[in-house]
């Protein structure tokens, strides 16, 4: 099981205006290079995002289904590629005016499930950390487009 967190200095419904749209994903998950909706209902369980990923001259298709959604709260879903599915799951905790992002991520089925091991968890942590600092910048970014973030330290544990 690869599990990686990281203090994000945005509010949780910030963070899972992020996540609650499938078009951003390309945006934040490392080697994604196109997310779309499928169906619209994103996060729905049961709905659908397509991806693209690509890796150096190659492209792969696939899909991810939404599996259990707690809006604000948790987000978990199944990754399917050629190799197989994975489970990733976001957690987000209230931290002050900031949120505590928890990601866990394992392969359930196919090749990648055999393949398993702690070197894989290695690369997959080092994966998260890049796709969680890139989350942060979209939420922020997103937020300073909407305007109501105060600049940095101003107003900490304040909400409005």
């Known amino acids: 099981m690869a599990q ?3 203090l994000v200095e945005a509010t949780p419904e910030d963070v899972w205006s992020v996540l609650s749209d499938g078009r951003l994903y390309s945006r934040f998950v490392v080697g994604t ?8 209902e994103w996060p729905a369980p049961g709905s659908q995002l397509g991806y693209v990923l690509k ?3 190659k492209s792969y298709r696939g899909r991810t289904t939404s599996r259990i959604c707690e809006p604000g709260r948790r987000l978990e879903l199944e990754a399917k590629t050629d190799l197989g599915t994975a489970r990733i799951a976001f957690r987000l905790v209230p931290w002050g005016a900031d949120t505590l992002v928890v990601v866990d991520e394992h392969p359930l089925r196919g090749p990648a499930a055999h393949w398993h091991n702690t070197a894989v968890d290695t690369l997959t ?3 998260h950390r890049g796709m969680l600092a890139r ?3 979209v939420a922020l970014s997103r937020k300073k487009k909407t305007g109501q973030r105060q600049g940095a330290g101003e107003g900490r544990g304040v909400r409005p």
């Open 125 to 127: 942590r080092w994966r």
């Open 135 to 137: 989350l942060e910048d």
């Open 55 to 57: 890796l150096g001259p």
């Open 4 to 6: 990686w967190n990281r």
């Open 33 to 40: 290079h196109d997310t779309w909706e499928e169906d619209g």
